[in-house]
């Protein structure tokens, strides 16, 4: 894989052809986990230097204030929900909005006017840097519109020959550019991913710099991941730029011998790559309820799972 441009955003898609292994709950906590790497709190003593250093346009841009601190941004982060359900913006307890990522994909509105801020500072839980794309039913009927369009077109050009990679590479050029302005303007895109694999989860996968794969520790899970991971790495086969970042179990229960099991065989056939388990926790269960992650609904990283979503986030920034 080519090296990374820095001045553009790392894309992360969140993904599992498997459902209910905490795809939206990860893509959620690794966003906002990521978006608080990126704030750097600022000293009184040292308010005044920032802002000089700075200039005045770009100090009233980068730095943020909370009750009486003052947080210098680094970096912004954009959550994609490409799941049609909708559930990012129930997660995190903010409103959808007017304009949705189908709105974004078939051209009807500009991504600026789709993205939405995060930030709920008025109710306690400052999110300055964090910014997310809703999504909707409109998802679902756009991408069939796009699906049928680009295979009219192939069809017409390629007659009978018209296959899977053309389609692809339409319906890649199209999110590259609904979305390409947000890869320049962003240092993380987390895509939140819905259990599917068909032509426009592929063109996702070009899209994606890497791939990170919750999986439950039981058995259906397990043999889903196997084989979404090898439709992964049969897309790398096929040319398609995209690597496994992480693979994470989830609702693992350290007690349980099957889960232990699982993990062992995940650690023997995917070695480093393989993260620490997210421990099943019921402030994890809860927090999409309450509109927080579970950076807030445990402020102060007393739950295990709070600390291995934490290591999730330290493994994407540092990485």
Known sequence: MAERDKDLAEV?????????????????????????????RVEASQLEQVKESMGEAAGAE????????????????????????????????????????GDVLSAHQHISQAVISADRSADGYPRPNLWVLPSSDNLERVKEILRRHSYGRNIAQYGLLAGDSEINRELLEVLQDSLGLAVERFSYIILDCPP???????????????AIVPVKADYFSMAGTDLHLANIQEAQLRGIDIRIHTIIPTFFVQRQRLDQQMFEALKTTYGDRVSEPIPRSQAVAEAPAYGKTIFEMDPTNQNPATAAYQALVDRVFYG
């Not at 912004?76 to 995190?92: E, I, N, S, W």
């Not at 068909?198 to 890497?210: E, I, L, M």
């Open 62 to 101: 980068r730095l943020f204030q909370y009750e009486d601190y003052y947080y210098y941004i680094t970096g912004h982060v954009l959550l994609v929900d490409f799941d049609a359900q909708g559930h990012c913006v129930r997660g995190l307890g903010i409103d959808a909005g007017q304009a949705d990522v």
């Open 12 to 40: 992360l898609a969140i993904v599992n052809r498997k459902g209910g292994v905490a795809k939206t709950t990860t893509a959620i906590n690794l966003a906002h986990g990521l978006s608080r790497k990126l704030l750097r």
């Open 196 to 210: 599917a694999l068909d032509a426009f989860t592929q063109a996702v996968y070009q899209f994606s710099d890497a």
